[in-house]
């Protein structure tokens, strides 16, 4: 099946810092979607980006599905940015099931 | 705030026993999803009803069962529970059949703990 690679798996920051969050997926995709997880657990939806550049206030995601990956740029940190971002991609062949990455864990102080 | 419901939002039970967790999907959404989160396997993708019907199946137990009713609310049943069970289960939600631009979007939740 489709293998979904996110990194770095863990990245701590000061407030006010940029971040770049990488997936690399193994097949072609027809979704992609990033999530953040919040400390209270929640799935919280930031982009649906199966290709191009998409951009909501300090984040901005882009997509190079020829290339099989997807980049998630965090400007200007603040610490309620802390949590596990995923990436999650659908396939042709997974059918209409998201296959998740492992997520990268974002720690973010003051 | 997704518009995608659960409940409860915390369950905590004994090995042996069943428990139904529940699910109300975003208004006008036809889809259900249903997905596992633990420690060991990450996030997993359970099964997926559209309008009434079983759609895709991925990694769920056959302990494990779901269905999705008229009104398009559906139940996740899980049976003779096992330690291994304790995740959070997240009921998601699409307007379509999951395919093309269809975009999931997740409820809160339902935190198990079999003791």
């Known amino acids: 099946g489709i293998q979904v690679e996110q990194s770095p798996p863990d990245l701590i920051l000061q407030e006010g810092a940029n971040s770049t969050l990488r997936c690399n997926f193994s097949d072609s995709v027809n979704n992609l979607q990033w999530f953040h997880q919040n400390p209270w657990g929640q799935l919280i939806n930031l982009f649906y980006?199966?290709?191009g550049t998409k951009q909501n206030g300090r984040l901005s995601a882009t997509t190079v599905a020829t290339e099989r990956y997807s980049l998630l740029y965090i400007s200007s940190s603040q610490t309620t940015d802390s949590g596990v971002y995923f990436c999650?991609?659908?396939?042709?062949?997974?059918?209409?099931?998201?296959?998740f990455g492992k997520g990268t864990t974002l720690s973010v102080s003051s | 705030d997704s518009g995608v419901t659960q409940t409860p939002k915390h369950l905590i039970t004994a090995t042996g026993q069943r428990v139904t967790l529940r699910c109300s999907p975003r208004?006008?959404?036809?889809?259900v999803y249903w997905y596992q989160q633990s420690l060991d396997q990450g996030l997993q993708f359970l099964i997926h009803y559209y309008n009434g019907e079983e759609r895709a199946k991925g990694n769920i137990l056959e302990r494990f069962s779901a269905q999705q009713f008229p009104d398009l609310h559906s139940e996740l049943n899980l049976s003779s529970l096992e330690l291994g069970d304790s995740a959070l289960y997240f009921c998601?939600?699409?307007?379509?059949?999951?395919?093309?631009?269809?975009?999931?979007?997740f409820g809160p939740g339902t935190r198990l703990t079999v003791l």
């Open positions: 998601a939600s699409s307007a379509l059949g999951g395919v093309g631009t269809d975009t999931q979007y």
């Open positions: 999650a991609v659908r396939t042709n062949q997974a059918g209409t099931a998201l296959i």
């Open positions: 208004s006008g959404d036809l889809s």
């Open positions: 980006i199966p290709s």
